[in-house]
């Protein structure tokens, strides 16, 4: 646990260190918290797939530290591109772009673009500005296993294998960042992943329409349905009342069942009743600690009332579509 600034200034010190000798630290960001390696460091890339237990060729985001890092990173910004970095970073965008001769490839995937983003915490700029250097941060969570939203979460799944966790309380947002395909030149930029950032402030921020991801499980590579899945069958059902009666149902079976809902409800006897949040953005922000919650409770099924299609509710609905469709048995 980091607290006071010299407390602070040890950790970022043990930090910057670690990652200069080709280590692993978890950082916290807005959205869940990132497993960072040296981003200019192969090898320091592939220990960070190793623990991941990540296939290779799947890409990585790069944290950089401003907008005026992008040029190291990006061989073309496009005017749009520019446009949302200005608007949204730091923050939960991630961009698509070109990328130098200078990206490994460890980190693309072999692609030609690369994935870019400002995180908006304060420890982890701080970290990024001292460190001087872009990081490879994918979530900190084992592949296929839930984002980390806490630095106990991080701890809990990776353990020993990362060589520090910077604690930077939970996460504000609570999912991914959206990421935004800009790579294609005369293009309209793509959505590839709903995310903090919403459609609606893209497209006020550009002056029109962009392409989205339509309300289903978003087309990023890499991103399987079961990377999303909890233990626990996942199954989502629009209306309450229906969740309800289907909790109620399965419950009588004997077989431990949840019901996890936006606001408290009168949960069927014998049913977990798990509490997420009434606006998209309460819920967002504890989706994934509920989705563990289903997994320490052992629960067999988890009936799930997702938040209304606004806002970042749009990113909650993708995550919850994933981790029913990976829950499948
Ligand atoms: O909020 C976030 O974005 C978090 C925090 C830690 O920054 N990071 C995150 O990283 O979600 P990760 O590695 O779990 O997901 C990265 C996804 C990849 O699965 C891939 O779909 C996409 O970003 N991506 C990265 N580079 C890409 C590229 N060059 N082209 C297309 N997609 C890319
Ligand atoms: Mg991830």
């Known amino acids: 646990m980091i607290e006071g600034d010299a407390e602070a200034d040890a950790g970022l010190e043990a930090a910057v260190r670690i990652l200069r000798a080709g280590g692993l630290v978890a950082n916290p960001t807005e ?3 990132g497993l960072a390696a040296d981003a ?3 090898a320091a ?3 960070l797939y190793a623990v ?3 296939p290779p060729g799947h890409p990585v985001i790069v944290h950089i530290a401003s907008v005026e890092a992008l040029s190291r990173w990006a061989s073309r910004v496009s005017e749009d591109a520019r ?3 200005e608007a949204f970073w730091p923050g939960p965008l991630t961009l698509i772009l070109p990328r130098t001769a200078a990206v490994v490839d460890e980190v693309t995937g072999g692609r030609d673009t690369v994935g870019l983003r400002v995180p908006d915490h304060p420890l982890t700029l701080a970290l990024l500005r001292a460190f001087d250097g872009g ?3 994918p979530s900190a969570n084992r592949f296929g296993r839930v984002s980390p939203t806490t630095a106990a979460d991080v701890l809990a799944d990776l353990g020993g294998d990362v060589d520090l966790v910077l604690d930077g309380g939970p996460c504000g947002v609570g999912v991914e960042s959206t990421i935004v395909d800009c790579s294609e030149e005369g293009a309209p930029p793509v959505i590839l992943r709903p995310g903090g950032v919403t459609a609606e402030q893209i497209e006020a921020a550009l002056g029109h329409p962009v392409r989205r991801t339509p309300d289903g499980p978003s087309r990023a590579p890499g991103m ?3 990377h999303y899945a909890p233990h626990a069958q996942v199954i989502v059902v629009e209306n309450p009342e229906d969740a309800l009666a289907l909790a109620g149902a399965h419950a009588s079976t004997g077989k431990p069942t949840g019901l996890l809902t936006p606001r408290a409800t009168r949960a069927p006897e014998g049913v977990s009743a798990l509490i997420a949040g009434e606006t998209p953005e309460a819920y967002a922000a504890v989706l994934y600690d509920r989705l563990r ?6 629960l067999d099924l988890l009936v799930v009332v997702p938040p209304p299609a606004v806002g970042v509710g749009v990113a909650v609905r993708d995550r919850l579509a994933r981790s029913a469709a990976g829950s499948v048995r």
């Open 224 to 226: 399987l349905p079961a």
């Open 83 to 85: 446009r949302l970095a």
């Open 135 to 137: 990081l490879a941060a």
């Open 40 to 42: 200019s460091n192969p």
């Open 293 to 298: 919650e289903a997994d320490r409770l052992g």
């Open 45 to 47: 890339v592939r220990r």
């Open 31 to 33: 959205t869940v918290y």
């Open 52 to 54: 991941k237990g990540r």
